[in-house]
């Protein structure tokens, strides 16, 4: 029989089978004498029946019973028909078939195969073959395989990394262990992503050799990945510190666990490590107390903070400068400033000087109190004590001068600060810049930008950031996205923020529609958009009346069930309300609290604004009840609903708004309470304003006399 009708006679009865892929033995046994290796290699890569994995799967299994034995042994006609189950995702069909095989591989011939292919293999199924090999117990010829996707600079998925290292540092051979580190460094720069299982591995292995150092190396080394230590990272090092060779750990041991539970918020779990000290006989020191106090304070509040203070006061353990110094710092950021100035007053007649940090902290806490003048008391204090202020406190005053929009005095101090010597940096420079764009003084901003560069200071994605945040603030965004293209051939790399900033930029500017261009050509670019990239376009669509295109981009998100936040719901919730659309919005509050997203005052005040205008005052009330019962100011439907701190933003852009929708009395009602109120208007909306009105032919005499001042 010709090789040509053993093909298709086989290839024929395989595809009468290939519904519900079985195979007919009887008929197949008459073809036995006639197949060779060749053959069986032709049948399984025909094309008809790679659409069919089980059925290839069935005849290869039929093989094994049935075929000679040079057949049987043979890895060709396996990795033949590996690739098209792999393509089905047939993974665990295909490592099953690879491990049996293994198992009888004595001369290791498929292993030679996989090294040196006749043509280049799949990624799917060296990562299948690596894992096969592991679970066949054969990690040095799982190594192997690894070095090879190495060379080809294929990554491997991140669970069989993870059993290849298992199995390699429960080897229990030094050797396995340095083979594993190995293995995790080249896996990390092929672009696996390790999680703690992967450190909890590596850490078990270090430890068995007694490498404590090296373990905890690699416990300090899991937030780069953004991965922390659980429990089993903790008892593993524990265990071995107490258990092999009666070794104890001491106080920096538990000190070094205790910061690492209370890094990633588990202060009860670090205060049971604390206890077990003492059993230990192993007393807590202040270091022990400081890293608690400072893990209460960030995770549990002021009063479980203090009270680990009376705690250490009790035993004995006294108070050092960090001690004191956390105080100040969580107090400061609570706000507390009198409070933080007290614990400075009890500091020194308990005998401790303030340091160069308590000095910075209480500098800025005085500054975010908007007391400026306190913080040059502080700052004049400091340098009588010989603590020269750092560019840190620098920063800090120069942030408040500029919030307060006291810029000459903020350059001023720059130069003074240069001058006696300070190293002026990026966040100096970014703060100053960023003072003058909201100043709305874009020229000078991009002159201090020049002069940072002349003075060798280089612009990180950062600075660049503010830079561009600038230029959009200024209706600048064709120059800021000039700026974003130095940034790309600076061989910088643009984050979240920098592509927010732009997407937010055109849809300031009314251009939705490049906005979205810009947004498809950046995630082509491997940007990866976030909740605030959404809630920045669905705000774009709200405002400039796309309400459709907003719900529908609004529900495509849903149907991917990509995450969305109580912003995404009360920017529709907003913008329906505009429209008259109540049932639409109370379809999305029941919907928003489906998803255990609780309403803000942002939610109910379009709701009660909106009923109030149609004249459903009964219903009205009942939403300003429920927003009493959640504790918030009630705010009705007054058009000051939203303002804040960045009242003059708000403001400028309800205008805009209202005037993009062509509702120029509404407009110019505003703007006489903007007036009455102080707040200064973007000259934008003044452009606006007067546009509105020539189209309307009225008097634009006070708007054009506002823009000339």
């Not at 600076?490 to 009314?510: F, M, Q, R, S």
């Not at 009660?608 to 005052?617: F, I, M, N, P």
């Not at 805009?656 to 407009?667: I, P």
């Amino acid at each position: 029989m010709r090789e040509e009708e053993v093909v298709e006679g086989i290839t024929k009865i395989l595809e009468e089978k290939k519904e519900n892929g079985g195979v007919e033995s009887e008929k197949l046994e008459g073809f036995i004498p006639h197949l060779t290796l060749p053959l069986v290699n032709s049948i399984l890569s025909c094309k008809t029946l790679r659409s069919h994995p089980t059925t290839l799967l069935s005849f290869f299994n039929w093989l094994q019973t049935h075929a000679p034995p040079p057949l049987r042994s043979s890895p060709h006609a396996l990795l033949t028909l590996l690739p098209p189950l792999l393509f089905h995702r047939k993974f665990s069909h295909a490592k099953s078939l690879l491990v049996s095989f293994i198992s009888s591989d004595r001369t290791h011939a498929l292993h030679a195969l996989l090294l040196r292919p006749r043509r280049p293999l799949p990624k799917p199924l060296l990562d299948t073959a690596l894992a096969a090999y592991v679970h066949a117990g054969q990690p040095l010829l799982a190594f192997h395989l690894f070095q090879k996707m190495k060379r080809l600079r294929l990554t491997p998925n991140l669970l069989t990394c993870n059993t290849l290292l298992y199995s390699l540092v429960r080897s229990l051979s030094s050797h396995s262990t340095l083979l594993a580190s190995g293995v995790f460094h080249d896996a990390v720069a092929l672009g696996v992503k390790p999680n703690t299982n992967t450190f909890n591995i590596l850490i078990y292995g270090q430890c068995h050799h007694k490498k404590f150092d090296h373990a905890l190396a690699l416990v300090h080394r899991m937030p780069e990945f953004g991965c922390f230590p659980d429990n089993v990272t903790y008892n593993t090092i524990l265990d071995a510190l107490c258990k092999k060779d009666g070794m104890l750990p001491d106080v920096w041991t538990y000190n070094t666990l205790v910061r690492g539970l209370c890094d990633e918020g588990k202060i009860d779990e670090a205060i049971r490590v604390r206890d077990e000290m003492v059993v230990l006989k192993l007393m807590p020191d202040v270091v022990t107390y400081n890293t608690l106090i400072d893990g209460s304070f960030k995770w549990c509040g002021s009063v479980e903070g203090f009270r680990l203070i009376e705690e250490m006061r009790l035993r004995g353990v006294e108070m050092n400068v960090v001690t004191h110094n956390i105080v100040v710092k969580w107090l400061c950021k609570e706000g507390k400033i009198d409070e933080a100035s007290e614990t400075v007053v009890r500091m020194v007649e308990s005998g401790i000087y303030p340091d160069r940090f308590t000095y910075n902290t209480m500098i800025n806490g005085y500054c975010k109190a908007g007391k400026l003048g306190e913080a040059f008391k502080m700052m004049d204090e400091m340098a009588k004590k010989g603590l020269k202020p750092d560019v840190f406190t620098l920063n800090s005053v120069l942030h408040t001068l500029c919030m307060e929009k006291k810029l000459e005095e903020a350059y001023e101090l720059i130069v003074q600060a240069g001058k006696r010597g300070y190293i002026l940096d990026e966040v100096t420079y970014g703060t100053l810049i960023m003072g003058h764009f909201k100043a709305e003084q874009g020229d000078k901003a991009l002159k201090l930008w020049e002069e940072m560069k002349g003075r060798g200071i280089i612009p990180s994605v950062v600075t660049y950031n503010t830079l561009i945040r600038g230029l959009c603030l200024s209706r600048k965004i064709d120059e800021a996205v000039d700026k974003l293209n130095e940034l790309l051939e600076k061989g910088l790399v643009p984050d979240e923020a920098t592509c927010n900033i732009i997407i937010h930029g055109y849809c300031w500017e009314g251009m939705v529609e490049k906005a979205f261009q810009f947004h498809n050509k950046m995630v082509g670019k491997s940007f990866k958009p976030d909740i605030f990239t959404r809630n920045i376009l669905l705000r774009g669509l709200c405002r400039e009346g796309m309400l459709e295109k907003a719900f529908k981009l609004f529900n495509s998100l849903v149907s991917k069930e990509v995450s969305v936040d109580v912003v995404t719901y009360n920017t529709l919730i907003s913008a329906v309300c505009k429209e008259g659309r109540l049932e639409e919005a109370f379809d999305l509050i029941t919907e928003m609290e489906g998803k255990k997203l609780e309403p803000d005052r942002y939610t109910y005040n379009p709701i009660v604004d909106a009923l109030s205008h149609a004249g459903r005052t009964e219903e009205a009330e009942k939403f300003m009840s429920k927003l009493l019962q959640t504790g918030q100011d009630v705010k009705t439907h007054d058009t000051s609903q939203e303002l804040d701190a960045s009242g003059d933003i708000i403001y400028s852009e309800k205008i805009s708004d209202l005037c993009t929708q062509g509702k120029y009395k509404e407009a110019m009602k505003l703007f006489q309470e903007s007036e009455q109120k102080g707040v200064g208007l973007n000259k934008f909306t003044y452009i606006k304003l007067m546009d509105g009105f020539l189209k309307r032919r009225k008097s634009i005499s006070k708007v054009a006399t506002k823009l000339k001042q």
